[in-house]
């Protein structure tokens, strides 16, 4: 019968996969682990053997236990298909996903540069090659038994994800998920964020193995004036309304990058001391114009895919037009300070008539004082 052979006190037991243990092929009892990843051993008189053991995934995602020298990979016997899965990082292990025997094991996940998931148990760390992929912004590791691809499990972690800009200004993402009994452990994405131009929202997105595997964060992207990016992401829950994944709010200081008003906007992430960095990212939309309380403005309008559901965002820049050495310019302002100009094309950009408007926010000052009025800007006739 198959199973892994452990000795203690000159006994001999055959511990079995789906949880009973025998002694010279007579069921004497049964086993589950205990907080310490140790093989309990309960006799039918409900007194219990402890044995240590070692834990490890094998090249082939396959889980084996050994002790003396002896071992037990749980995939040996053909009719059992392994499950594995996670509650508050514990993994829980049916060696059969039809029957009801599971046991658990407790130790510490890491996440590699690769996107593969590593458990250390009791000092010995074993690599799971699978990847990180959810199309509603929750931590979820897939894998598969690389022997019979189709048997494959989930694991799913329960946190919040939490955002930081790297030295060289890329957005990055970690994800702090919970413990039983432990504090919060914590994965860090390798990659940064960018924006999903089809939906207009936040993704993480990476090539593995030939194959293109993403994190879709559902949520809401907002852009302040000066071109802050602030990522709303929705509360995920599970099918009984368990919390996997907390709404939290991402916050990314950005510059404007173009040197015109066309095509999509493109925004320089900022590094932590203000300095922009090598990253871009683009948010598909058009440039318009928005009528502010005090004068008009060049802004930019866009759409979020949500579901199905289409909302349209358009927002204002900071700052203003103005006409100097013999042309239209819009000039970008934050704390009353210029940071970049943008000359624009006549009869492209903008028209101005030769009257000026009613509403003065339509008026442009010219070089010598005379006022004219603004008819066209950025596809807005007014």
């Known amino acids: 019968m198959a199973g892994l052979q452990l000795t203690k006190n000159n006994e001999t037991f055959l511990i079995e996969p789906l949880g009973t243990v025998s002694q010279n092929n007579v069921a004497v009892g049964k086993w589950k682990t205990d907080q310490t990843n140790k093989i309990v051993f309960t006799r039918n008189d409900n007194s219990t053997i402890p044995f240590d053991v070692v834990w490890e995934f094998n090249s082939d995602n396959q889980l084996v236990v050994s002790a003396a020298g002896k071992k037990f990979n749980f995939t040996e016997v053909t009719s059992n298909v392994p499950r594995y899965e996670t509650q508050d990082a514990v993994l829980v292990v049916k060696p059969n996903k039809d029957q009801a ?126 071109f802050q990016v602030n990522y709303a992401l929705d509360r995920q829950t599970s099918s009984d309304g368990q919390q996997q994944v907390a709404s939290t709010t991402f916050t990314f200081n950005a510059a404007f990058k173009k040197n015109n008003f066309t095509g999509d906007l493109d925004l320089a992430i900022k590094k932590q001391d203000g300095t922009v960095g090598a990253t871009t990212i683009s948010i598909s939309g058009k440039f318009t114009a928005v009528l502010g309380s005090a004068r008009l403005l060049a802004g930019f309008t866009f759409e979020q895919n949500r579901a199905g559901n289409k909302t349209t965002t358009t927002f204002g820049f900071a700052g203003k037009l103005e006409f100097k050495q013999g042309s239209i310019q819009w000039a970008f302002t934050t704390n009353n300070t210029t940071t970049k100009t943008i000359t624009l094309a006549v009869n492209v950009d903008i028209n101005l008539g030769n009257s000026t408007q009613l509403d003065a926010r339509l008026n442009l000052a010219m070089e010598n004082g005379q006022l004219k009025g603004i008819t066209f800007f950025l596809g807005i006739a007014f």
């Open 101 to 226: 025997f599971s046991f658990e094991l407790r130790g510490d996940w890491a996440l590699s540069e690769s996107h593969d998931l590593s458990i250390t148990i009791n000092g010995k760390t074993s690599v799971i090659d699978g990847f990180v992929n959810d199309p509603r912004s929750r931590f979820m590791f897939h894998f598969s038994n690389k022997k019979n691809l189709l048997q494959g499990s989930v694991l799913g972690f329960v946190g919040d994800w939490s955002e930081f800009v790297d030295a060289t200004g890329q957005p990055r993402l970690k994800f702090v998920y919970k413990r039983a009994g432990q504090a919060d452990g914590e994965f860090v994405l390798p990659k940064g964020v960018v924006v999903d131009k089809s939906m207009n929202q936040l993704m993480y997105e990476y090539d593995k193995d030939g194959k293109k595997r993403r994190i879709q964060l559902v949520g809401t992207l907002m852009i302040s004036d000066d």
